[in-house]
């Protein structure tokens, strides 16, 4: 096989790996990840690579695993035409603007107690650098009430050490600037950040 | 009255000839002829020929040779290779092995031990061969591949030097030979022989050449597999998790580098060269845990030295023997997989993956459930049984060059260990979903 050859089935298998971790992305954010450089580079790459992959056409190209894409990579599952795809584009939006961490988990739960004392809470996304986490949690078309509950039962966790010694750090993001306010106020003395999503949308 | 006995008797013979000749004959000729027929292949005004037969001198396969009429071609028969195979293997047939007849007991069940041996029918194995140089020749080959074959004293005086037994293929007996093919990947899905292969291998190379084997062990699956070898005199260093991984493969890496600059400084090219008879091998399997290493750091390094070692390694002498179930671009980056020249591939789930291994289809149809088979490429695709090795026949062979290591003070396990007392009240765990 020749060089370039091998180059580029090295990059299609790492654009796939990447739709493995991260379920659905964007040409952009495929672009920013991989460093497809232009648009029109990132438009062929992505062509070229019709037959793995799903696309879903709203404004953006927005592209998932179709079948014959698993197998090429050793994927279980297996993703559909959600209508809340838009809830795993602002996750991913978030993961690259922390650089990309390769501790990036998605959908951890976190179990803590038995019985009746037991709390859970499922995280959209968690990092676990050493003894020092951060959660991220996304909020798309989440009731508010719902999501003062989460924070309170993160600081339930973070009573009983679920975290260890260090303050964990939270990172939100949410669509509009009120919905900010209200979370910041909800999570009132803990380590939180809070992002929308105009602060990602067309930025390169 | 005499005379009619011989007589009879030699009748008796003649006959008794003629029926194991007939049962035992290996000539398919009619068969080859009947399938090509009704596989279509003939044109309106000609059809197939036989224009000679030969059987081999090893007595393996019988040739058949024939005149192909004109406007077909060599790929036209060879699409139709399944159909001749199943064709050629669709009943079970008689057969007579005459060396049962010394071990006949001579008691009361003797009629009946005649008739089993008479009686004797074998599932048919064949496998065949086309070729063309202006004749259409087909092989057919009496036995296919074995299901079964032992690893023995026998295999291991087949090879010498740096060979390694991969394996038999119908019409031969495969070596590997590490010093024409420094690297060798080994993938497939698991349960299918990967690790009995590596065991197969390193069993080979410390019997044959015990005092200029070096050997890295880097066992991901926790270090089960290779415990075995962990006292014998060849073996540097068994890794079982991340650190340990790192540790040796940076410890090959400082070597690399000074035996780099001693050969540039004698204008040596390669270890040929300079005549030095030692190898070290580095054997990994699970590889893909590598890509699962908990640090980033650490990662990223084992990536880049197993690369540095694939690049640079081959011509100091340093050999890499990569196991592993899948290799995707996250384990075994391509440009390392450029710098194997062999692949050993056992099943996969699907083409896809076949693609990705060894860049056809082909892995995915090999048979289910039976370990072992495999397709060993090199400038071509051979499908091979593997020999499969008992632990008492490592135990035998490894015994000799077992020395007892000192273990060093990280390495013992206290007797006493306690166990952390629980002080916090409540348990977190972290699950993924």
């Not at chain 1, 988990?105 to 990092?127: M, Q």
């Amino acid at each position: 096989m020749y060089h370039t050859t091998r180059k580029k089935l090295q990059r299609q298998e790492n654009i796939l790996l990447s739709l493995k971790k991260l379920d659905y992305l964007t040409r952009l954010q495929l672009q920013i990840i991989h460093d497809l450089k232009s648009d029109r580079n990132a438009q062929r790459v992505l062509k070229a690579m019709e037959e793995y992959l799903h696309v879903i056409k709203e404004g953006e190209n927005i592209y998932y695993l179709n079948a014959k894409g698993r197998e090429m990579v050793n994927c279980e599952k297996v993703r559909k035409k959600l209508t809340t795809y838009q809830h795993y584009i602002m996750r991913n939006y978030l993961y690259i603007a922390l650089g990309c961490p390769v501790e990036w988990k998605n959908e951890v739960s976190i179990i803590n107690g038995y019985k009746n004392d037991k709390v859970s809470c499922r995280t959209d996304a968690l990092i676990q650098k050493g003894d020092f986490y951060t959660i991220i949690e996304v909020d798309h078309e989440q009731k508010m009430i719902e999501n003062i509950k989460k924070i309170d039962k993160y600081r339930i966790l973070r009573q009983r050490g679920a975290f260890g010694l260090l303050a964990p750090r939270f990172v939100w993001m949410t669509t509009t600037d009120y919905r900010k306010n209200e979370l910041l106020k909800a999570s009132e003395g803990l380590n939180v950040e809070v992002y929308t999503i105009e602060d990602f949308k067309g930025r390169k | 009255m005499l005379f009619e006995l011989v007589s009879t008797g030699s009748m008796l013979g003649v006959l008794g000839a003629s029926y194991y000749f007939k049962t035992n004959q290996k000539d398919d000729t009619d068969k080859i002829l009947k399938i090509a027929d009704n596989c279509g292949l003939y044109t309106d005004d000609d059809e197939l020929r036989l224009y000679r037969k030969n059987r081999s001198k090893d007595g393996k396969f019988t040739e058949y040779v024939f005149k192909i009429p004109l406007g077909l071609e060599l790929d036209d028969f060879v699409s139709k290779y399944g159909k001749f195979k199943d064709g050629l293997n669709n009943t079970s047939v008689r057969s007579i092995d005459l060396k049962q007849i010394k071990k006949l007991k001579l008691d009361k069940s003797l009629p009946k031990q005649l008739e089993s041996i008479i009686f004797n029918r074998v599932q048919l194995n064949k496998e065949i061969e086309f070729e063309y140089d202006g004749m259409l020749k087909i092989r057919v080959y009496d036995e296919g591949l074995t299901k079964d074959l032992p690893f023995n004293n026998e295999m291991l005086l087949k090879v010498k030097n740096w060979e390694v037994p991969i394996g038999v293929s119908y019409k031969e007996f495969i070596k590997h030979d590490f010093e024409k093919l420094q690297m060798l990947v080994v993938a497939g899905t698991t349960r299918y022989g990967k690790t009995v292969f590596l065991k197969n291998l390193i069993t080979t190379l410390i019997n044959n050449q015990p005092d200029n084997l070096k050997l890295t062990l880097i066992d991901l699956k926790g270090g089960l597999a290779f415990s075995r070898y962990v006292n014998c005199k060849q073996v540097n260093k068994v890794a079982k998790n991340a650190e340990e991984t790192i540790e040796a493969l940076e410890f090959i890496h400082d070597e690399m580098q000074q035996r780099q600059e001693l050969f540039l400084t004698n204008g040596w090219e390669d270890i040929k060269e300079a005549g030095w008879k030692e190898r070290h091998f580095i054997v990994v399997d699970e590889g893909a845990e590598i890509a699962m290493f908990e640090n980033k750091e650490d990662r990223e390094r084992a990536t880049f030295l197993l690369g540095e070692l694939a690049r640079i390694g081959a011509g100091l002498g340093y050999r890499l023997v990569f196991a592993t179930q899948y290799p995707t671009a996250d384990v075994f980056p391509r440009q390392v997989k450029a710098n194997t020249t062999a692949s050993l591939c056992f099943k996969l789930k699907n083409s896809t993956q076949s693609m990705v291994v060894l860049d056809r289809k082909g892995a995915e149809s090999l048979p289910v459930g039976l370990a072992g088979r495999a397709i060993y490429q090199t400038d071509r695709d051979r499908v091979v049984q593997t020999p499969y090795i008992q632990n008492e026949f490592i135990k035998s062979i490894i015994e000799p060059h077992i020395i007892i290591k000192a273990r060093s003070e990280d390495q013992s396990v206290p007797h006493n260990q306690k166990k952390a007392s629980e002080t916090r009240k409540y348990i977190t765990e972290f699950k993924e979903t």
